[in-house]
């Protein structure tokens, strides 16, 4: 973690996308990875003009292919699932490499790989090239509700000191000679989950006298929003047009 | 009469029945620099607490220029007393340094360019405007220590409650802050095991063991007393001169 850099996900560039308007990139996403969602498994010509676009989206960001293949790795317990299904679902089948798998078990895999590594993708992007309070000012100017806000706020803030509570527990642990290699040693596992869960519930308290000390009355104070130029709502426009479009023939065309 | 603390006859208990403070009485006067000293369990912290509300005494009274802390003057009290908490990533909650010194004078209704002043004015006084875009998680202790000053200046608070300020800092972090904290005005009670830091900032200091003050001295005279400081789990570094260590003292 390098300074300056806000998150793990982050990627410090100076790019047209990294310079667009948060609330614009979290429209721009979400109107992307709906469209993905909605498009049929059958329109496989779709997904790959999604696969083009966001390729080209992250030549732009000046994102390398590599960082973003490393991070789509997070997608791959859900996916590994899906290697199954032509296994297990029924109908009728075919043969791959002489084994017998369902076809609509087959349809069923690519449909979840293809849409877990484009939507994927997508918020990848988007957190690569938008700082996280960015991305929290936008949710606020698109009139997510406050309370949404702050939660999401907390969590990211203190999400890092809570990974690190943890491993400094798991450090003592291990000094003092735990290895939790077999079932039986579960336990401290367990227990240290509870000490973990008190030692968030005590920081909670201490981080709501403070809020409290500079005179928090229940309800976070909102900066005032600013607005955003109108060649940033073309190019969202367009690419929500785009993805959308495309979602609507191959509905339209299956 | 801004700044001026009155604590009398304060008395607390934790809910699971501990006793904590004991009959607590202290007289502050505006613009003083007091030390509070002691061992660990003290009540140190719990004494800062009550001065702006966040536990209230179950006996005994306290008043800030004048306003008692009371539920009905919490909102002026939090105003006039900033509380510089000890574990910083208490006090910074927000995503960035800028929102959280933002924090307080929004909650006090200032908007726009008054807050921008605030918030500017505020960083300034910690030299603080290299770090005020990032998240308080990359800070390193001495920076981290200034944003959290910061986010109670810019409450223009006439009262300064710190709670062991220079703990977990470098020597030189340490140096700055004693010098930034040396330049502020208002009222400053400062909690610290830190003998040196007491004998540079604060002229008087104060002791509390067994949740009560157990002495009130000048803090010149309180470093000659090598049993009072032993009574109460106090010393000195190691080598410390106060000859030659503060020559303008
Ligand atoms: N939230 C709490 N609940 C119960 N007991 C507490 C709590 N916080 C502090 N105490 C106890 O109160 C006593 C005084 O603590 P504190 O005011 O933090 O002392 P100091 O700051 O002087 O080290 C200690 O014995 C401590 O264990
Ligand atoms: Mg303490």
Known sequence: MGAGHSHALYVHEHSVVHRMAPQAKLVAALGMVVSIAITPREAVWAFGFYAAVIAGLTGVSRIRPGFLAVRLLAVAPFVLFALFIPFIATGETTEVLGITVSVDGLWGTWNILAKALLGASVSILLTATTEIPDIIRGLSILRVPALFISITTFMIRYLELIADELGRMRVAMTARGYDPRWISQARPIASSAGALFVRSYERGERVHAAMLARGFTGEMPMPSTEAIDRSQCAGVLMLVVLFAGTAIVALVAT | ?249
């Open chain 2, 1 to 249: 009469m801004s700044g001026v603390i009155d604590i009398r006859g304060v008395e607390y208990s934790y809910p699971d029945g501990r006793k904590v403070l004991n009959g607590v009485d202290l007289a502050i006067a505006a613009g003083e620099r007091v030390a509070i000293l002691g061992p660990n369990g003290g009540g140190k912290t719990t004494l800062a607490l009550h001065l702006n509300g966040i536990l209230q005494p179950h006996a005994g009274t306290i008043t800030v220029s004048g306003v008692p802390v009371a539920e009905e003057h919490y909102r002026e009290v939090r105003r006039m007393v900033g509380l510089v908490f000890q574990d910083t990533n208490d006090q910074l909650f927000m995503p960035t340094v800028r929102e959280d010194v933002a924090f307080g004078p929004m909650n006090l209704g200032l908007t726009d360019e008054a807050l921008d002043q605030r918030v500017d004015a505020a960083l300034e006084v910690v030299s603080g405007a290299e770090f005020a875009d990032r998240p308080p998680h990359h800070l390193s202790g001495g920076e981290r220590r200034r944003a959290a000053l910061a986010t109670v200046l810019s409450m223009e608070p006439e009262v300064l409650v710190l709670d062991e300020p220079t703990s977990g800092l470098d020597l030189a972090a340490r140096r700055e802050l004693i010098l930034t904290l040396a330049d502020l005005p208002m009222t400053q009670l400062v909690i610290t095991h830190d003998l040196p830091l007491a004998l540079e900032l604060c002229p008087r200091s104060v002791i509390m063991n067994g949740g009560r003050l157990v002495a009130d001295v000048t803090t010149g005279d309180l470093l000659e007393d090598l049993d009072l400081l032993a009574e109460n789990r106090l010393e000195l570094p190691y080598g410390f001169d106060r000859s030659t260590d503060h020559p303008g003292l």
